[in-house]
């Protein structure tokens, strides 16, 4: 799993130069979203679904869900009725539950949700990315990554964002256009390049100077633990590949969901990549990796 975190190779640059840069084109209000009514109306959907799931509330679920809810977490049945008894007996095993809310990227009809899911006072938790897909007001799909926080050893922690500005909102810095540019070359020319020097000079078109922070446990900032990680990551399985399924991007943020196959030993599993982007390159960097497992409640991938 720390694998494929690293390889998303996007912990950002920040408090350098180009991770501080004004944008290439002025903004009126560095700070504004960038998101269309609509995907804000979306986004709105989305955090209102957090917000009842803190209180309890699951009757928001009837009314914001579509009862034919298409579902690709594995241990939920499609429908809204299986949606709402998964989180019923969630709250039942987990009465004090907290999602915690850390970043959003809301693209279109998509809306994807970074979070961290606290159980009960004291626990570590577990870092959580949610896709939602909607269709007229109401969550039509839905897909979840789940992995553990672990302990802080040497690096950053699994959430915060260190590039500046310490913002985790997206910002109008990049173009959904460019932000998705880059997430998808991170992995066509980074990640999925078994060949140590093309990759090299891959981290140096897309990373540079920048101090890539890194937010996957145990893995310092920078490029050099990445190129180390990827090196390792062939070296033990030349078969290696990440499938990119999914871009959404908004802003200077993008999150790619992948299928790896053959990640060290872990024979399949998906990964979910946020990236911060500024001037084309990447300054930052979270992931989520979870193993697929060998059956299903429903018939759709998990991807």
């Keep these: 799993m720390v694998m494929s975190l690293i390889f998303s190779v996007t912990m950002i640059a920040a408090l350098s130069p180009s991770a501080t840069a004004a944008p290439r084109h002025p903004q009126p209000n560095a700070f504004e979203s960038i998101a269309t009514p609509q995907e804000r109306a979306n986004r709105a959907v ?18 914001m869900v579509r009862p034919d809810l298409v579902q690709h977490y594995p241990t939920i049945a499609n429908g809204r009725s299986a ?70 050893g040497i690096g ?34 980074i990640v999925n390049q078994p060949d140590d020097e093309l990759r090299l000079q891959a981290l140096e078109r ?3 100077d920048n101090t890539y922070y890194q937010h996957f446990p145990n893995v310092p900032n920078g490029t050099e633990a990445l190129q180390q990680f990827l090196h390792d990551a062939y070296a033990a399985q030349p078969d290696y ?8 991007a908004e802003g200077d943020l993008v999150a790619v969901v992948a299928h790896l196959e053959k990640l060290f030993d872990i024979e ?3 990964s979910v990549d946020l990236y ?8 930052e960097h979270w992931a989520v990796i ?14």
Aim: net charge positive.
């Design 83 to 152: 949606f709402r008894a998964y989180h019923a007996g969630l709250r039942d095993q987990n009465p004090d539950l907290r999602f915690i809310v850390k970043r959003t990227i809301a693209q279109n009809d998509l809306v994807v949700v970074h979070s961290h899911f606290v159980g009960k006072a004291g626990d570590a938790g577990i870092a959580k990315v949610n896709l939602f897909r909607l269709d007229r007001g109401k969550i039509a799909e839905h897909w979840e990554f789940n992995e553990a926080v672990q302990p802080r």
């Design 276 to 283: 911060r982007v500024r001037d084309g390159k990447l300054l």
């Design 241 to 248: 590949r990440a499938n990119v399924k999914t871009v959404v």
């Design 46 to 63: 989305v955090l209102g679904f957090y917000t009842a799931l803190n209180r309890g509330d699951l009757g928001y679920l009837d009314k």
């Design 206 to 208: 897309y990373i540079g």
């Design 156 to 189: 950053n922690d699994m959430f915060s964002t260190l590039s500046s500005p310490r913002i985790s909102k997206s910002l109008p810095f990049a173009t959904d256009a460019e932000s998705e540019r880059v997430g998808r070359a991170a992995f066509a020319e």
């Design 268 to 270: 399949n599993s998906v």
């Design 290 to 303: 979870e193993p697929i497992p060998p059956t299903s409640a429903n018939p759709n991938t998990m991807y």
